[in-house]
């Protein structure tokens, strides 16, 4: 008897339904990025392209750790995947492949067929333009950025100004290398700040995304442009074929009134062996190679940053902040910044927003999702035994205690369910809001 391989009645239902699922996922307001059970990408839809500046053929056979800079602990994705259970309204600040720093708040949940987990979902709601709104960097007014206000007592910061002014009294094309964060976009501006005579304006080109039209639109300016100073924010983001095109651009003899930098993210050595990195744009930007290091290999540098970050404050919000305590300077010294002087400064711009008459820095108004971060460096903070009566102790007001009490207890949940509200709540026998509301009063 021959089988009937004819479409059921469900099956042509669901084929009659597949473009409008497209259309759905293509045009929801939220983004979706949904991977296989061996972390590979399998849904990436417009609203996450946009999001996070890649295309799926970025994303297409490579697993998330390649594609952002996070661990394996910090990905909700990939601990839902493990876990197999979903992980609800989680905000997730990170840097992807490109560089660029994304905040969005995530619902994560895996997906079972027929009982077996076959992988996992994340709708994430972009909230970066917001994030910039409330906490908007205090650095920029507006002012120029020259080298007499860049921060710098390390010697290799000193040492990146140094030829980074000889580079703007030779008016050479200059390679900034190093790691998302670490100020490189500063330095070029201060070359352009230093040049003599002084070119008319300081334009960034972003490569952080794969808009091929992107290099059509400024080789369209540029004729028309004054000369100006043209800065191509990380170059090996590009594809083989636009870093041809941007090669021939600067090249371009009608263009030659204009000063070409760029930067790079990691070794070029590395990246052209790697076929990132086209040889012909290294060598032509190469004319000077200035090498922006690492904040935890510069932790000097920390304490006069938060130093101006808070003098700048003062002067736009009359606040009377002046600096941190010794506690939290010691974290600050002792954290490893992975995203370098922008992650300081973005958490400087949390703390500031809820600031009223403090003047320094304590321990409890560091954001929650910092503490728990640095939770091994303080080491511990608050033991078991701290909560007992002891006779070389001063005893606290009963209030006072409790209150310690439950900050040590809740930090400890939280800690031990990574941060994640709901789990937390459910251990604790309470509601997500109820636990909401103690956490926001730690904060105070």
């Known amino acids: 008897m021959k089988k009937d391989w004819r479409e059921s009645p469900v099956e042509a239902k669901e084929m009659k339904l597949l473009p409008f699922y497209r259309f759905a996922s293509d045009h929801v307001s939220v983004g979706i990025h949904a991977i296989d059970h061996n972390g590979r990408t399998i849904l990436y839809n417009e609203k996450m392209k946009n999001i996070e500046g890649l295309d799926l053929k970025d994303v297409a056979d490579r697993s998330l750790l390649e594609l952002f800079q996070f661990d394996q602990q910090e990905s909700t994705l990939l601990k839902v995947l493990q876990s197999g259970e979903h992980v609800l309204n989680v905000k997730q600040t990170y840097w992807n492949r490109n560089g660029h720093e994304i905040t969005t708040i995530n619902d994560t949940y895996p997906v079972y067929e027929e009982g077996v987990l076959i992988g996992a979902v994340e709708l994430a709601r972009d909230v970066t ?83 091929p039209t992107i290099l059509n639109k400024l080789l369209e300016d540029l004729p028309i442009l004054e000369a100006s100073t043209i800065f191509c924010e ?154 007992v009566v002891q006779t070389d102790r001063e005893l606290l007001p009963l209030d006072e205690y409790l209150r310690e009490a439950e900050m040590y207890y809740l930090q400890k949940v939280m800690g031990r369910f990574d941060g994640n509200i709901t789990k ?20 105070k």
């Open 129 to 211: 333009t917001l994030e910039r709104l409330v906490y908007q960097p205090l650095r920029r007014y507006g002012e120029p950025i020259t080298f007499s206000v860049i921060t710098a007592v390390s010697e290799s910061m000193k040492q990146v100004i140094s030829t980074a002014k000889k580079a703007a009294t030779a008016r050479l094309s200059v390679l900034l290398v190093g790691e998302a964060g670490t100020g490189k976009d500063l330095v070029a501006e201060g070359i352009h700040y230093a040049l003599s005579p002084p070119l008319l304006h300081f334009y960034t080109l972003y490569c952080h995304n794969s808009d």
């Open 234 to 387: 990380r170059i090996d983001l590009l594809t083989l074929g636009m870093q041809q095109q941007l090669l021939e651009m600067v090249n371009d003899p009608a263009l030659g009134d204009h000063l070409f930098l760029a930067s790079v993210g990691a070794d070029p050595v590395n990246l052209i062996a790697s076929g990132e990195l086209l040889k012909e744009l290294y060598y032509f930007f190469a004319a000077m190679t200035i090498v922006v290091t690492p904040l935890r290999e510069r932790r000097e540098d920390i304490d006069p940053f938060v130093h101006d970050y808070f003098a700048r404050h003062r002067v736009r919000f009359g606040s009377s902040i002046t600096g941190l305590t010794e506690e939290v300077r010691e974290i600050f010294h002792s954290y490893d910044w992975p995203g370098n002087l922008k992650e300081v400064e973005i958490l400087l711009d949390e703390i500031s927003s809820m600031l009223t008459i403090e003047v320094l820095v304590t321990f409890e108004m560091l954001p929650l999702h910092f503490k728990l971060k640095v939770q091994e460096i303080r080491e511990p903070l608050k033991r078991p035994e701290d909560f």
């Open 424 to 443: 937390a709540a459910g251990a604790l026998g309470m509601s997500r809001q109820n636990l909401q509301y103690r956490l926001r009063k730690m904060k």
